[in-house]
């Protein structure tokens, strides 16, 4: 067992289990009796409330929508001019490959061409059987390295390892990293001139920052249906990004994308590094340096980013999107198990009050979606027009408020991560229209999908076909 293995089972709450306290019980089993009470009230003779689970779910969007809204109200605001910081700590970049010889060269690229240069990258090849290692060794002018070694070049490293995954083939990574700072870059994540340098800044700027995450925008190939996917997750990229930055406004920001993130090193290895039996280990290990930090009184925090851009590659087919979301969604209701005795408990402050309890409502969330979806289809096939009515007006003033808050979005977005965003309010109002019958139903889908995932066990979440990350 290595060091960092050893020091993951001294701290994560997969091995050291605490009882689950009443509050995260009465949370987490008040969201579940609540949907099994408005399930049934569906089969109720028909009222203004018998579409109640759909009516539930719209308030809850609702409100969510409102709580980002209030907290990015500043972005409205032009930005304040960036102060230059009074140290400039040393950065390394880790890009964790997987046969991705067609996207590998573009991300590289991209970070050799940076403002503010890493100090090194370091390619963590994890066991890859395509053109990788050609690319490296021709293009590069890289040794080929030993198994489990690392070899080195001008500003470039690679490190070849066995195939045991991301997180496994970073954990090997962080030992060679001798900077202050790292940053996990995907190799189909194309990054912004300036993103490193933004990066660097704000880990300068605040000492007790531990976790950074960039904003990302979406990059499918150019068929129709990436196109159509594309359009679709640009939106949904656009309202995530804001409701990172609402939380991060409350201090209780815990989902940071791996496709770019920002770490400070000896934080992370204190906490046992990234845990490769977690789907999301990105988002696993933000709770756990948060917790850390709250139960060693240290005044940890994490932030998103604006001024750290990139373009990622994203799924630009039905079935390569649904598997993403039932990987994302399995591995958050993994995460949300190992930490539910965070839920509620009021040592973690607004992370355990607040953002832990609205994760807990969450984990129903497409179940709710799904539900509502499919009684509003039960209720048409059956004619019952005393439902549809009063159901139609909750879906149209739920609609009205989307359009609204699509067109506002993208103002506070451009003022905050700029305009490259392939994004306009025309398209944005027609996505709100169209996305509640289509695209958020997918969402839902996969996500139920991550469930079925969930319950039993299985750990098969299958691969992603790359699409260059676009100009």
Known sequence: MTKLETTLHKISPRWRRKPTPAASLLIHGAVFALWVLLFINAFRPAGAFTWSIGIVYIFYDTFLL???????????????????????????????????????????????AQTDPPEEIIIADDGSIDGTGNLLSGRYGLATPVLGEITAGPGLRWLRATHGGKASTLNRALPHVSTELFLTVDADTKLAPDAVAAMRSAFAATPGLVAATGVLTPSCDGTISGRIFEWFQTYEYIRNFLGRYAWSQMDSLLLISGAFAGFRRDAVMVVGGFDPDCMVEDYELIHRLRRYGYDQGLGWHSTVLGAARGRTSAPATLPAFLRQRRRWFGGFLQTQLWYRDMVGAAKYHRLGRFMLPVKAVDTMQPIYGLCAFALLIWYVFTGRIGVLIPAGGFILAKIAIDLAFHAWSIKLYRNWAGSEARANIPLAILAAIIEPFSFQILRHAGAAWGWLFFLTGRRSWGTQRRAVPAE
Do not use: D
């Open 66 to 112: 409102a709580f980002t809204f209030w907290q990015t109200l500043p972005l409205a605001r032009a930005p304040a001019p960036a102060t230059p910081p009074a140290s400039r700590p040393s950065l390394a970049v880790i890009i964790a490959a997987y046969n991705e010889a067609p996207v590998l060269g573009t991300t590289i690229a991209a970070l050799l």
